[in-house]
């Protein structure tokens, strides 16, 4: 199959939707975009950074990868946050991980995954870290989630280390980082209460961790 019919007469039908709704919403999208909030998630399929918090597109500035993860050595993610701090005047960046996800679990798996090893290494890195706190827990589906939740504050850090980020705060500018985590069962955003809005509430978050 060539084509994907049914996907363009979805897409159709919303875009149709949408102009009996509002004649002009896709003129005024045309003209400008000025996201409030840069999503940092994860790129399951069962999490749709628009969908989940209800926003329409042009209100959300997205970045997505396997695990929600901010590295410091992948330009595809920094380039993203840089035009949205820079460029966009983004004020909000919400790194949001979900519970179950198959990228945390693969990382405390001793098998080999192929490639996505060495991506995945990053989360490893902290699963080894905190080992003895997670083997503490009653099973392995509770030790996915709470790795989920600290695969999310070290990428707040990791965010909030970036130049970016830094060179923000130094401006004075009034940039907020969040961690934030989504569980698929209910549909429903939890605040971890990871925010930093500064240089030194970082350095606290990186001293409490």
């Known amino acids: 199959m060539k084509t994907l019919s049914g996907l363009f007469e979805s897409n159709r039908q919303w875009a149709a939707k949408?102009?009996?709704?509002?004649?002009?919403?896709?003129?005024?999208?045309?003209?400008?975009?000025?996201?409030?909030?840069?999503?940092?998630?994860?790129?399951?399929?069962?999490?749709p950074a628009n969908v989940i918090v209800g926003l329409q597109p042009g209100e959300l500035f997205v970045h997505r990868n396997i695990a929600?993860?901010?590295?410091?050595?992948?330009?595809?993610?920094?380039?993203?946050?840089?035009?949205?701090?820079?460029?966009?005047?983004?004020?909000?960046?919400?790194?949001?991980?979900?519970?179950?996800?198959?990228?945390?679990?693969?990382?405390?798996?001793?098998?080999?995954?192929?490639?996505?090893?060495?991506?995945?290494?990053h989360i490893r890195d902290i699963y080894e870290e905190r080992r003895d706190e997670l083997m503490l827990l009653a099973d392995e589906d509770a030790r996915v989630d709470r790795l989920c939740e600290l695969n999310v504050?070290?990428?707040?850090?990791?965010?909030?280390?970036?130049?970016?980020?830094?060179?923000?705060?130094?401006?004075?500018?009034?940039?907020?980082i969040h961690g934030w985590i989504y569980r698929i069962a209910n549909g429903l955003l939890k605040d971890l209460g990871f925010s930093v809005a500064s240089a030194e509430e970082l350095k606290a978050l990186e001293r409490g961790s």
């Open 18 to 47: 949408i102009t009996r709704s509002d004649p002009e919403f896709f003129q005024k999208l045309v003209r400008q975009q000025s996201p409030a909030f840069l999503w940092i998630g994860c790129s399951d399929s069962r999490v």
């Open 153 to 176: 504050a070290e990428q707040v850090k990791n965010a909030g280390n970036t130049t970016i980020a830094q060179e923000a705060w130094g401006r004075g500018e009034p940039l907020v």
């Open 68 to 121: 929600n993860l901010v590295v410091h050595s992948d330009m595809n993610c920094l380039s993203v946050i840089q035009y949205a701090v820079e460029v966009l005047k983004t004020r909000h960046i919400i790194v949001c991980g979900h519970y179950g996800c198959g990228g945390v679990r693969a990382a405390m798996e001793s098998r080999p995954h192929g490639l996505i090893d060495n991506w995945l290494a």
